[in-house]
DNA sequence: CTATGGCACGGATT
DNA sequence: AATCCGTGCCATAG
């Protein structure tokens, strides 16, 4: 049961097959909380700080066995990020190189100690027990600024009523970078929200579209949106807008996703990137490195001890334990899956949208996921999985969804958005027609209209001339 | 009469 | 099977 190749995966059971397509469509994010709440509740599971191999205490970044002592690491899935290099054509994994990567950036705020300095703001108005608590919570933070714990857990350890523990995470979350000890950044804006209207005027429209449609806001449905809310796309543009110019919803992160872009009018996007494209040490003439963000830090493995003590546990106790064993080892093999199949999927698209990731919208390739799927061999639901939810961040920092590089019509609409920067005279939709296929996209007058609409652009009366 | 937006249908995609 | 997307037809505004 312990020897996982990733070939041997094909053969699974339902279980597994199950699991496997809930945990590929997860965010980074999800999949940390994901794996929070596993690893509390399955006592077989256990996150090694170490991301050494505990036998030859070489430095282990790939699963598998180990590469020098070949010691039965193979049930350990190491949790640091997948780096792997664009040459050109071909990838290779680096796993020596892989300390050089690490992110630089993001630590850019008194980074000295985020606990304390928040402890420091609130710890006059809390009394000693609560600070106490403070204090716990505020050492179970991410990177980002969400909490790691559940409250429910916090309260039985400390012996106090949930609500106590709720209250003080409130008083968190309004110290300094606000929404800190959130649980998610939908937490963490309606926050924001709420101590900014104590000052100024935040449109309603707003705090509706995150406290109901959040899902729709990270995935960037706004025309979807328009409807839900029977406004126009401006609107919600400008909601959204307003959204990333005056809310973080990473609160530990200072900014996400730079505003670099000033001539197209930028989707400002936020969203932890569970994809980070960039070229080596920045510099356009490297090649590309992708890095595949993975949650927490360290080594997820079966606890060896348990394993040991399962042997001596007695019989009642040992059907219970077996069964968590083979959950948490589940619960490991879909994960490498995942890793595996995200994996492969972001070599092949790397690859075949080069162009349009370096060098703009205008090149991407209309590829649909049949297609990657055809070529990497995996049913088209996988792909679909492992697209969905998921974010890429770009070389230019811009952040954008996995699926736009499957969008059919994203270069259309930059080649138009292109025509209507460049002619001067407002083109009607008809003319604007003839202008794309003479570039050699032909699209019916109404897609025109619609591509408009998708982009923001006014209809060609009441377009141009504005100063 | 022209330019657009709305509704709805069919085929492709997921 | 459900959803998305391009398109054609028609109503309406200018």
């Not at 509740?41 to 002592?69: F, Q």
């Not at 993001?106 to 606990?115: A, G, H, K, R, T």
């Not at 927490?296 to 348990?306: A, H, S, V, W």
């Not at 050699?440 to 209209?449: D, E, F, I, L």
Request: one cysteine or more; proline letters at 6%.
């Amino acid at each position: 049961m312990q020897q996982i190749l990733i070939q041997s995966i094909r053969p699974m059971t339902t279980a597994h097959l199950a699991q496997t397509m809930t945990l590929m469509s997860l965010t980074v994010e999800e999949l940390q909380q994901e794996i929070d709440t596993v690893l509390a509740s399955n006592p077989a599971l256990e996150l090694v700080d170490e991301r050494r191999c505990p036998t030859c205490h070489r430095l282990l970044t790939e699963k598998g066995p180990c590469p020098i002592c070949s010691a039965p690491q193979n049930s350990g899935l190491s949790m640091d990020p997948v780096v792997f290099i664009s040459p050109r054509e071909d990838f290779y994994t680096s796993s020596e190189n892989q300390e050089d990567y690490d992110r630089e950036d993001d630590y850019s705020v008194n980074e000295e100690d985020l606990p304390s300095y928040v402890l420091r703001q609130i710890g006059p108005d809390l009394n000693p027990k609560e600070r106490i608590i403070a204090a716990y919570l505020l050492t179970n933070l991410d990177e980002d600024g969400f909490i790691t714990v559940n409250s429910l857990e916090v309260a039985q350890y400390f012996h106090v009523p949930l609500s106590t523990v709720e209250g003080v995470r409130r008083v968190i979350q309004k110290a300094d970078p606000l929404g800190v000890g959130s649980v998610n950044p939908k937490e963490a804006l309606l926050v924001q929200i709420d101590i900014l209207s104590e000052t100024q005027d935040v449109p309603e429209l707003i705090r509706k579209i995150i406290e109901d449609e959040m899902d729709l806001l990270t995935h960037r449905q706004y025309n979807e949106l328009a409807h839900k809310f029977n406004v126009s796309i401006r609107r919600i543009q400008n909601c959204v807008k307003y959204i990333s110019e005056n809310l973080n919803p990473f609160p530990a992160r200072s900014h996400w996703g730079d505003i670099r872009h000033p001539g197209e009018n930028s989707t400002q996007v936020y969203h932890q990137p569970d994809i980070i494209i960039n070229y080596l040490n920045d510099k356009p003439e490297n090649p590309l490195v992708v890095e595949i963000v993975i949650p927490l830090k360290g080594t997820l493995r079966i606890n060896p001890l348990f394993k040991t003590a399962l042997k001596e546990a007695d019989e009642d106790k040992k059907e219970e334990w077996q069964n968590d064993l083979e959950k948490a080892s589940l619960f490991i093999k879909c994960l490498q899956q995942r890793n595996h199949t995200i994996e492969r999927l972001v070599q092949k698209v790397v690859v075949l949208q080069r162009p349009f990731i370096t060098k703009g919208e205008k090149y991407l390739k209309p590829v649909t996921r049949v297609q990657i799927s055809r070529e990497l061999e995996v049913h088209e639901s996988t792909i679909s999985r492992a697209v969905s939810n998921k974010t890429v961040q770009l070389p230019n920092r811009r952040i954008i969804p996995l699926s736009s590089f499957f969008d059919r019509s994203l270069n259309v609409r930059s080649v138009l958005r292109e025509i209507i920067g460049k002619e001067d005279k407002p083109m009607s939709d008809a003319e604007l027609v003839n202008s794309l296929s003479k570039e050699g996209y032909n699209v019916a007058r109404r897609t025109v209209a619609k591509y408009r609409a998708m982009e923001g652009i006014l209809p060609a009366h009441l377009r141009n001339f504005s100063p």
